[in-house]
């Protein structure tokens, strides 16, 4: 079973800037959809961000603009890179695959994807 890994989660001050990194177990096809999702406390799930090569990027519009997701295939890696951040993007973050390519529409949370990992914990403080 593929297992996803996160790292890079931090306390940063708003304004600042993280990546995030998630390494999968298994080699992965460029035409999986990969992608972020986040919950903050008390809140639902947040679908983030996805990436395939066969439907590109796509972003939540509450992160259009400061958020960049990237994959290396070759390494079996997943980035998240995150610029301008605000207390609103407080959460835990995760990165999830489906053997599949991404879907139209915003991108989903954790339900839509076959596997995902543990989280890293980014806190934005003002």
């Known amino acids: 079973q593929m297992q996803l890994a996160e790292s890079g989660g931090d306390s940063v001050q708003a304004g600042g800037s993280l990546t995030l990194t998630c390494v999968a177990s298994?080699?992965?096809?460029?035409?999986?959809?990969m992608g972020w999702f986040r919950q903050a406390p008390g809140k639902e799930r947040e679908g983030v961000a996805t990436?395939?090569?066969?439907?590109?990027?796509n972003y939540a519009d509450s992160v259009k603009g400061r958020f960049a997701i990237t994959r290396d295939n070759e390494k079996n890696t997943l980035y998240l890179q995150m610029n301008s951040l605000n207390t609103e993007d407080t959460a835990m973050y995760y990165c999830?695959?489906?053997?599949?390519?991404?879907?139209?529409?915003?991108?989903?949370?954790?339900?839509?994807?076959?596997?995902w990992g543990k989280g890293t914990q980014v806190t934005v403080s003002s």
């Open positions: 999830g695959i489906r053997r599949r390519p991404c879907g139209g529409g915003p991108p989903p949370a954790q339900d839509w994807y076959a596997y």
């Open positions: 298994e080699d992965i096809s460029m035409q999986w959809c």
């Open positions: 990436i395939s090569s066969v439907s590109g990027t």
